[in-house]
């Protein structure tokens, strides 16, 4: 090596290159593109119209507040299903940890929009799951999950479940089991060790999990257009459908940097909040 | 599904038989079955509804048990090119961001270098951002730009959200490396290529199947980014999406049922390959 300054930077040239092409220059793209004016027929000009922002949250507060609201529901349901069976994997799951782990995994195999269809079949209204309840006069004949607001959370919470696990798992799994020990030495009962001792050493891993969970639910379409028929619209349809069917592309894009800006102002008060000030070290190792 | 794995318990159960003074109910243990039993739910709908002779166009109700669909799973022309689509459009992504990826990670992981710092917050919003995001900047591009989209464009897109995790795996493992085998290997005369080649790239290998997995994994899977920048061009969620309004035939459980099974044989692999390594 002749110049073994310039190694790293050949290094990273090639995927700089494509990342700066095609993510960090789209970005700018996108932001120029909202504050356009003009329609697919005649083109569309730079007039650096800031109406559309207004436009855009004006017209689509509801579907934004909901996104929110069913992405932190998610969330929650994902620690509260995900917490314990980290905790039980992590310090009771001996010899089998790997294989429960990739129990865990093992559903993800199959594709998420395969996934999420097979529950709208499950659970549609006289289906495999409704249908017998029914039958033996279980259920009201007019009940239905399909095209509920809990049918899409629990979507949403079951495609996203092992971005909370796996963060969570790890964090437990590296943990000092003397700690624990010591915290009873020092006559703390199970509860104590638990609130004082374990939850503080896993609470990255939470941090880590509630971004990997709450960022991706809360821009999803998906489940909301699999399970959630058309009363439980969230932002990211109404994202697709400005830009793929109605083709309403300065709308479109400023509602994307509207749910981004939000994103954005979440992570950094939750990490201002909670004091993690390596978020990107959890996240990214 | 889960019944098969319940064989796994088997070493704890015969701890559980020795006398103890007092049994505990492992609540943990239930809950973490009831919770795996929920994820398994509607796989294994799909495995079962694989097997069911459907009377109209919706396989949603249990009308009796055939193979024909196995025997026909490729009846589909445009199914069967949708699927086409995503092995190679995977295949693609996995050998660029491979490669991309793992230079980019043995930089990060061996070099100090000006621009790190901005290198790593650019893999974590790449991989932070919302799908949704990441589509609808590209597609603002490619329309700015007058660039038609179909299948070159959904390369494009996969490559780039599939580069940081590439990346991040194979600094993981570089990080981890001894330097002191490639001093050895420098010693006993190697050139810097020579060196790599012999020592380093066997070293980062499982780091960069590993990355090359998971780009292949990502790539096929992906609806949401592949939504927005294939115009044209069908992959197999994009396919089944489209099914959903028409009916979705029972190929498509068979074609489901045959990727998980393939997972599930990769993955047992890895695991006995790995209990041997140990």
Redesign the interface.
């Known amino acids: 090596?002749r110049n073994r300054k310039l190694?790293?930077?050949v290094?990273?040239l090639?995927?700089?290159t494509?990342?700066a092409l095609?993510?960090?220059?789209?970005?700018g793209?996108?932001l120029?593109?909202s504050l356009t004016t003009g329609n697919v027929i005649t083109g569309f000009q730079q007039t650096f119209e800031v109406g559309n922002y207004v436009n855009a949250i004006g017209t689509y507060w509801e579907q934004i507040l909901r996104s929110l609201f069913y992405g932190g529901c998610a969330t929650l349901v994902c620690i509260a299903?995900?917490y314990?069976?980290a905790?039980?994997?992590a310090f009771?799951g001996?010899?089998?940890k790997?294989?429960?782990l990739?129990?865990?995994?093992?559903?993800?195999?199959?594709?998420?929009?395969?996934?999420t269809?097979?529950?709208?079949?499950?659970l549609?209204d006289?289906?495999?799951a409704l249908?017998p309840l029914k039958d033996l006069g279980l259920l009201p004949e007019g009940f239905a999950v399909l095209n509920t607001a809990p049918a899409v959370i629990l979507g949403l919470a079951?495609n996203f479940?092992p971005f909370m696990v796996l963060p969570i798992y790890a964090v437990l799994e590296r943990m000092d089991p003397h700690l624990v020990e010591a915290s009873h030495d020092l006559y703390a009962n199970r509860f104590r060790a638990f609130f004082h001792v374990i939850l503080p050493v896993s609470l990255p891993g939470v941090f880590a999990g509630v971004?990997?969970t709450f960022?991706?639910t809360?821009?999803?379409?998906?489940n909301a257009a699999?399970l959630g028929g058309t009363d439980n619209t969230m932002i990211?349809n109404v994202?697709?459908t400005q830009?793929?069917v109605n083709n309403n592309?300065p709308i479109?894009?400023s509602i994307?940097f509207v749910?981004?800006g939000l994103?954005l102002i979440g992570?950094f008060s939750y990490a201002r909040a909670l004091g993690t000030e390596r978020v990107?070290e959890v996240?990214?190792? | 599904m889960?019944a098969t794995?319940e064989t796994?318990?088997r070493?704890?159960e015969r701890k559980r038989s020795t006398p103890r003074i007092r049994r505990r109910t492992?609540w943990?243990?239930w809950?973490?079955w009831a919770?795996?039993a929920?994820?398994?739910?509607?796989?294994a709908?799909?495995i079962v509804?694989s097997f069911n002779d459907p009377a109209g166009r919706?396989?949603?109700?249990?009308q009796g048990f055939t193979l024909r669909w196995y025997a026909d799973a490729f009846a589909y022309r445009d199914l069967n090119e949708a699927m086409y689509n995503s092995v190679t459009i995977a295949l693609l992504t996995m050998f660029v961001a491979g490669?991309?990826?793992t230079?980019?990670g043995?930089?990060?992981g061996?070099?100090?270098?000006r621009?790190k710092q901005l290198?790593?917050?650019?893999?974590?919003?790449?991989?932070?951002?919302?799908?949704?995001?990441?589509g609808?900047?590209?597609?603002?591009?490619f329309?700015?730009m007058n660039v038609t989209t179909g299948y070159w464009t959904t390369v494009?897109?996969h490559?780039?959200f599939c580069?940081?995790f590439v990346?991040?795996t194979v600094r993981?493992r570089v990080i981890t490396l001894d330097p002191s085998l490639e001093e050895a290997a420098r010693d006993l005369g190697a050139g810097?290529w020579t060196t790599f080649r012999l020592v380093t790239f066997p070293m980062l290998f499982p780091a960069i199947m590993a990355g090359g997995l998971l780009a292949f994994?990502l790539s096929?899977?992906?609806?949401?980014i592949t939504?927005?920048v294939s115009g044209d061009v069908t992959t197999?969620?994009l396919w089944?999406?489209g099914a959903?309004r028409v009916g979705?035939p029972p190929q498509?459980n068979v074609m489901?049922t045959l990727?998980?099974a393939?997972?599930?044989v990769m993955?047992v692999v890895n695991?006995v390959a790995?209990r041997r390594r140990a």
């Open positions: 090596m190694t790293p930077y290094l990273v090639p995927a700089w494509w990342l095609f993510f960090v220059i789209p970005i793209g996108m120029s593109l299903l995900g314990p069976m905790y039980w994997i009771k001996g010899a089998y790997t294989t429960y990739l129990l865990l995994l093992l559903p993800f195999f199959v594709s998420f929009v395969l996934r269809i097979s529950w709208r079949f499950f549609s006289n289906g495999v249908g079951y479940l971004l990997m960022i991706p809360s821009a999803d379409y998906v699999v990211g994202i697709r830009y793929l592309y479109a894009a994307t749910l981004m994103l992570i990107m996240h990214t190792s | 889960s794995f796994t318990d070493p704890v492992d943990g243990r809950y973490t919770v795996l929920w994820l398994f739910a509607p796989i709908f799909m509804f919706h396989n949603i109700t249990w490669a991309l990826g230079l980019l043995l930089a990060l061996r070099y100090d270098f621009g290198t790593n917050l650019v893999m974590f919003a790449a991989i932070s951002a919302p799908e949704v995001v990441l609808a900047a590209l597609l603002s591009t329309l700015m494009i897109a490559v780039m580069v940081s990346a991040i993981a810097s994994a096929i899977d992906d609806y949401i939504s927005f197999f969620p089944i999406w959903t979705i498509v489901g990727l998980f393939v997972g599930l993955a695991i790995a």
